[in-house]
C-alpha cells in the first residue's frame, strides 16, 4: 500500500490542523493506521492508532483530548485533527499501514508498520 501524507504548515499556537493520508495501491480496509511524529533531534513518536474497522481508536498521551484520528474507507483516507496546537507539537508527522491479519503487534511501536508515508512539516510558533 502505498501512502501520501499531506495537510501541515505552519500555524500559531492555539490553531488547528488536520493532516491526511491517502492511501493506494491495496485494500484499504485490510490495514489499521497509525501517524507518527519526529520533531527535530528525537526519535519517532507514537500519536494515535485506528483499527481497520474505526472501531478502535488510541491516542498518546501528549496528544489526547487535543488530537483526533478518523478513517474513510470511501476516500481510503486517515485523517488526523489536531487541536490546540502548541509549540511542542512541531515535527513531520508520518502515516503508517500494518495488515490487520489479526496478528499481535504494539500500536505504539514504529518497527510494527510495514507501509509509511513521506512525511508532512508541522511547524507551530507560540
Known amino acids: 500500500v502505498q501512502l501520501q501524507a499531506s495537510g501541515g504548515g505552519l500555524v500559531q499556537a492555539g490553531d488547528s490542523l488536520r493532516l491526511s493520508c491517502a492511501a493506494s495501491?491495496?485494500?484499504?480496509?485490510?490495514?489499521?493506521m497509525g501517524w507518527f511524529r519526529q520533531g527535530p533531534g528525537r526519535e519517532r513518536e507514537f500519536v494515535a492508532h485506528?483499527?481497520?474497522?474505526?472501531?478502535?481508536?488510541y491516542h498518546s498521551h501528549s496528544v489526547r483530548g487535543r488530537f483526533t484520528i478518523s478513517r474513510d474507507s470511501a476516500r481510503n483516507t486517515v485523517y488526523l485533527q489536531m487541536n490546540s496546537l502548541k509549540p511542542e507539537d512541531t515535527a513531520v508527522y508520518y502515516c503508517?499501514?500494518?495488515?490487520?491479519?489479526?496478528?499481535?503487534?504494539?500500536?505504539?511501536?514504529?518497527?510494527?508498520?510495514?507501509?509509511w508515508g513521506q512525511g508532512t512539516q508541522v511547524t507551530v510558533s507560540s
Open positions: 503508517a499501514a500494518v495488515q490487520a491479519n489479526g496478528d499481535r503487534y504494539d500500536y505504539s511501536h514504529p518497527g510494527s508498520y510495514a507501509y
Open positions: 495501491g491495496r485494500t484499504f480496509g485490510n490495514y489499521n
Open positions: 485506528i483499527t481497520w474497522s474505526g472501531h478502535n481508536r
